[in-house]
């Protein structure tokens, strides 16, 4: 039951009258009251009635609508951050899938045997704005190391074969694996780059997973290269690191491979950098390894120094001391007169690979060349 007061306005006399509602409408009013006065005095009531809800409902609306749009407003640049985020990520997984899709792209890798002046060389490269290359992964060798001995000549391989697994689907995995790792341990790049020293060993099968890439195999005196093993005592498997006639002959066997490798697969997907002539003649020689690269050379590459913190360098690796510094001169020869000098004089036998990779064995204070005029600039600094 609804009952109000409503002001009969248009009757002749007005006065308050009781409205009631009910099932059956029904009011309690004077006699004196025409029915025209009723009618319009109920139409009238009936009419407020409906304003009166239409003005409470809009209102409750305007009124939530404003509350939602203040708690809105606030969080509005929020939510455009996180639609930001969300297209970002959009973004950046389309291109990391095709990044780590793609076994076409230009894949570099930098390696030769450790103490090689590797480290330099990738953080040199990673100095250009367009290479990334990041840590050591360790995996990719260990994962071409075990390739070989599930392909080597055991009767493992026929099995595979047979069962469909090698070697197509074989080397499809290993390529989409090696690419994975390093496309995502990596900031990224235009162009990505891999400093696994050992993965060199297998260049050829690596040029058959990745056709375009393109491989830079670090060279450097043996004996120089057993001299920071044995001093620094950088531990490698296989290798007794307190003998220096075990590294040298080592060194010979494991460069080997390397070097034929890059010879078969051509000089153009595969380039020989001498350590002393990067750091003698820094200049010519990263502009003839970016020529290699088909990447435009920027001076930026001749001061790694100033770039190497922007890509991360592994607390575990032993060079990460040394390629903080500008390049410098005083790791060519100091191996001279610290190695025993019977081993010295036996170094043509246990190192036979050296005369082949350009190297005097028998020189033991050897010149490798008279710095450039960059180098001779930042020694007189
Ligand atoms: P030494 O141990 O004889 O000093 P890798 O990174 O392949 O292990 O190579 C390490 C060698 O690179 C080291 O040899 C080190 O001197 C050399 N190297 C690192 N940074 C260098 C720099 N800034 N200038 C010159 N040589 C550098």
Redesign the pocket.
């Known amino acids: 039951m609804i009952s109000a007061t409503a002001k009969v306005m248009d009757c002749q006399n007005t006065r308050d009258i009781r409205v009631s509602t009910h099932r059956h409408f029904h009011l309690r009013i004077p006699r004196t009251y025409s029915t025209n006065c009723i009618h319009s005095t109920l139409h009238s009531f009936e009419m407020y009635t409906a304003y009166a809800v239409r003005i409470s409902l809009v209102i409750v609306g305007i009124f939530s609508v404003s509350v939602v749009f203040i708690a809105f407003s606030r969080h509005l640049e929020d939510i455009k951050g996180v639609k930001r985020y969300l297209r970002y990520r959009k973004d950046d997984d389309i291109m990391q899938k095709s990044a780590d899709d793609d076994v076409d792209q230009k894949l570099i890798f930098v390696g ?9 060389m990738r ?1 040199m490269l990673e100095s250009h704005m367009d290479i990334r290359c990041g840590p050591e992964t360790h995996v990719i060798p260990d994962m071409l190391r075990l390739e070989s001995e599930w392909t080597g000549p055991t009767h493992l391989m026929s099995k595979l074969v047979e069962a469909g697994v090698a070697p197509r689907p074989l080397d499809r995995a290993l390529a989409k694996f090696i690419l994975s790792i390093i496309v995502h341990h990596a900031p990224e790049a235009k162009y990505y780059c891999n400093k696994d ?1 050992y993965a060199l060993g297998r260049i050829e099968y690596l040029h058959k997973l990745f056709p375009n890439i393109k491989i830079v195999l ?1 060279i ?1 005196d043996a004996r ?2 057993a ?2 093993i044995v001093t ?1 005592k ?1 531990s490698i498997a296989g290798y007794n690191i307190s003998d220096y006639r075990d590294v040298l002959f080592k060194w010979s066997e494991d460069i080997r491979p390397m070097y034929q490798g890059c010879l078969s697969v051509g000089s153009d997907v595969c380039l020989i950098v001498h ?1 002393e002539q990067l ?1 003698l003649r820094p200049v010519e020689n990263t502009k003839r390894l970016f020529e290699f690269l088909e990447i435009p050379w920027t001076p930026e590459v001749l001061h ?2 100033k770039h190497v913190n922007e890509t991360h360098l592994s607390s575990c ?3 990460t001391d ?10 060519l020869t ?2 001279c007169d610290e190695i025993p000098k019977d081993v010295l004089r036996d170094v043509p036998y246990l190192a036979p690979m050296m005369r082949l990779l350009g190297y005097d064995p028998t020189d033991n204070h050897p010149s490798y060349g008279e710095p450039d005029d960059f180098v001779l600039g930042k020694l007189k600094l």
């Open positions: 030769g045997m450790p103490r090689s002046g590797t480290t330099l953080k020293p670090m450097r120089a290269i001299h920071s620094r950088v350590y750091v790694h120094e690796e032993m060079s040394q390629v903080q510094r500008p390049l410098y001169l005083d790791a100091k191996w």
